[in-house]
């Protein structure tokens, strides 16, 4: 059982500096918590009550937290929630301004709904969703006080009305201050933590602690700089991933960052943030990923992150820290290709994230090479450097060599030397559909060809 359950409940999609907030809490925090992303529904309110209902039925954890898609904060703020739960605190969370920054977006019980702000855990009337903790005991309690019915059963959205509206009064309340409101009437109280102050980002980020997050996020990246990949760590983290997928008969390869200090530095890069394995998308099917995810945890994989909508891309990060990007290639006979971005909810969102796609001949994969790496045979694109060549361009041995490119992304490279591999969907589609042209008016020469054959025999 984990800490807590960090619930993602967006219909646009989580943007850029939430998802590195999350990203960062996975490296403060390690595996302690489990993070879960719903999207596909237009109706927040039902959202949130699909994602407190599959919490409160499962064994995951005694406590979550939801987290709005366009929220700042730092690992501190979760680690400190987390605590005044276990103290006690069953309905609690931090504090943001509205998205103009002109108020704040919880409601206290001071004159005219003020909050005071003394960074301690204070009662307030009404707590936002964007920050706020909610015990597995208080949903249980609340099914039962208020008898809750279970709407859509063997449905999708099958779930207790937590955040439905549903009132006799004349003020229409919004989800978050509906469900505060109803737990108020069962006698428990709402509480804000005032020492959690965080961001919410509108035409900027406003918050009322900037001062204090700036220094401190100069001070993460500073560490940052020092290195973020432990190469022993690393190790362990690649040999479970290839075991798991040489296990389950798919034909698999190192990749991107990976390949590349491997061949160029035969060590792993302290300046890269994952290790990257890439594997034919039609050797394991749909109905294989469960087996995949579980034999992937028993290689100590612990965090599992699908992308929205097809299986593109599986990022997993190993109990000792390191995060694996897994990507499933898809390919016809001359071509093969990946999506470097996915532009769904909950997905690795960028907004000029206009590179989506990564395009290979089929020939570098056709017959894979060997490459011996940290005393293990590991399958790689051949030839490899011409494949490098193709993937970062001719200057790809300068990728990630200086400390203040620690977070530099394939993406940005590609911006800069613009290597041949790099496709827009809609190239790639036109690639596809003039290859497959050729490819069919070439059938109808050599059938046109045979007939006349045959004729003269």
Same mark, same amino acid.
């Given at each position: 059982?984990?800490?807590?359950?960090?619930?993602?409940?967006?219909?646009? *999609?989580?943007?850029?500096?939430?998802?590195?907030?999350?990203?960062?809490?996975?490296?403060?925090?390690?595996?302690?918590?489990?993070?879960?992303?719903?999207? *596909?529904?237009?109706?927040?309110?039902?959202?949130?009550?699909?994602? &407190?209902?599959? =919490?409160?039925?499962?064994?995951?954890?005694?406590?979550?937290?939801?987290?709005?898609?366009?929220?700042?904060?730092?690992?501190?703020?979760?680690?400190?929630?987390?605590?005044?739960?276990?103290?006690?605190?069953?309905?609690?969370?931090?504090?943001?301004?509205?998205?103009?920054?002109?108020?704040?977006?919880?409601?206290?019980?001071?004159?005219?709904? *003020?909050?005071?702000?003394?960074?301690?855990?204070?009662?307030?009337?009404?707590?936002?969703?964007?920050?706020?903790?909610?015990?597995?005991?208080? !949903?249980?309690?609340?099914? #039962?006080?208020?008898?809750?019915?279970?709407?859509?059963?063997?449905?999708? %959205?099958?779930?207790?009305?937590?955040?439905?509206?549903?009132?006799?009064?004349?003020?229409?309340? /919004?989800?978050?201050?509906? +469900?505060?409101?109803?737990?108020?009437?069962?006698?428990?109280?709402?509480? &804000?933590?005032? /020492?959690?102050?965080?961001?919410?980002?509108?035409?900027?980020?406003?918050?009322?602690?900037?001062?204090?997050?700036?220094?401190?996020?100069?001070?993460? !990246?500073?560490?940052?700089?020092?290195?973020?990949?432990?190469?022993?760590?690393?190790?362990?983290?690649?040999? *479970?991933?290839?075991?798991?997928?040489?296990? !389950?008969?798919?034909?698999?390869?190192?990749?991107?960052?990976?390949?590349?200090?491997?061949?160029?530095?035969?060590?792993?890069?302290?300046?890269?943030? @994952?290790?990257?394995?890439?594997?034919?998308?039609?050797?394991?099917?749909?109905?294989?990923?469960?087996?995949?995810? @579980?034999?992937?945890?028993?290689?100590?994989?612990?965090?599992?992150?699908?992308?929205?909508? #097809?299986?593109?891309?599986?990022?997993?990060?190993?109990?000792?820290?390191?995060?694996?990007?897994?990507? +499933?290639?898809?390919?016809?006979?001359?071509?093969?290709?990946?999506?470097?971005? @996915?532009?769904?909810?909950?997905?690795?969102?960028?907004?000029?994230?206009?590179?989506?796609?990564? %395009?290979?001949?089929?020939?570098?994969?056709?017959?894979?090479?060997?490459?011996? =790496?940290?005393?293990?045979?590991?399958?790689?694109?051949?030839?490899?450097?011409?494949?490098?060549?193709?993937?970062?361009?001719?200057?790809?041995?300068?990728?990630?060599?200086?400390?203040?490119?620690?977070?530099?992304?394939?993406?940005?490279?590609?911006?800069?030397?613009?290597?041949?591999?790099?496709?827009?969907?809609? &190239?790639?589609?036109?690639?596809?559909?003039?290859?497959?042209?050729?490819?069919?008016?070439?059938?109808?020469?050599?059938?046109?060809?045979?007939?006349?054959?045959?004729?003269?025999?």
């Amino acid at each position: 059982m984990k800490d807590f359950v960090l619930s993602v409940c967006s219909h646009r *999609g989580v943007s850029p500096i939430t998802a590195s907030c999350i990203e960062f809490a996975h490296q403060e925090l390690g595996n302690n918590f489990i993070i879960r992303y719903d999207s *596909g529904d237009a109706w927040l309110d039902r959202m949130r009550s699909v994602a &407190a209902t599959q =919490f409160m039925e499962h064994d995951w954890a005694d406590y979550m937290i939801f987290l709005d898609d366009d929220i700042v904060f730092n690992p501190h703020h979760l680690a400190k929630l987390f605590q005044d739960m276990k103290e006690g605190y069953r309905l609690v969370g931090g504090l943001y301004p509205v998205r103009n920054g002109s108020q704040l977006a919880s409601y206290g019980i001071e004159d005219k709904g *003020g909050i005071r702000l003394d960074g301690k855990v204070n009662e307030i009337k009404w707590l936002a969703t964007g920050f706020m903790g909610i015990a597995k005991s208080l !949903l249980k309690e609340m099914v #039962e006080h208020y008898e809750l019915p279970r709407l859509q059963q063997g449905q999708w %959205c099958e779930c207790f009305p937590f955040f439905v509206f549903t009132s006799d009064k004349k003020m229409l309340w /919004s989800e978050d201050w509906s +469900f505060c409101e109803r737990a108020r009437e069962m006698g428990e109280k709402v509480y &804000a933590d005032t /020492s959690i102050l965080l961001g919410h980002i509108g035409d900027k980020v406003y918050t009322c602690a900037d001062a204090v997050e700036a220094t401190r996020r100069k001070e993460h !990246l500073e560490r940052r700089r020092r290195g973020i990949l432990n190469p022993g760590d690393a190790k362990v983290a690649l040999e *479970g991933v290839c075991g798991v997928l040489e296990d !389950l008969g798919a034909r698999h390869w190192i990749d991107s960052g990976t390949l590349l200090s491997a061949v160029r530095d035969n060590d792993f890069n302290i300046y890269d943030h @994952d290790i990257d394995v890439r594997c034919f998308k039609d050797d394991i099917s749909d109905e294989a990923m469960p087996k995949l995810i @579980d034999s992937l945890y028993n290689a100590g994989y612990r965090t599992f992150q699908q992308n929205v909508g #097809e299986r593109r891309q599986l990022l997993c990060i190993h109990e000792n820290g390191v995060m694996l990007d897994l990507k +499933f290639c898809e390919h016809d006979d001359r071509y093969l290709w990946y999506y470097v971005w @996915d532009t769904t909810p909950g997905g690795s969102i960028h907004p000029d994230a206009l590179v989506v796609a990564h %395009c290979f001949e089929r020939r570098y994969f056709d017959k894979l090479g060997e490459r011996e =790496f940290y005393g293990r045979k590991y399958p790689v694109p051949s030839p490899e450097i011409e494949y490098l060549n193709q993937h970062y361009g001719e200057k790809w041995r300068e990728f990630k060599t200086k400390p203040e490119e620690v977070d530099q992304t394939d993406l940005t490279w590609d911006s800069q030397h613009d290597p041949p591999c790099v496709m827009s969907l809609e &190239a790639l589609a036109q690639l596809r559909a003039a290859d497959s042209a050729a490819v069919k008016s070439k059938n109808k020469t050599e059938v046109k060809l045979n007939e006349s054959k045959r004729k003269r025999v």
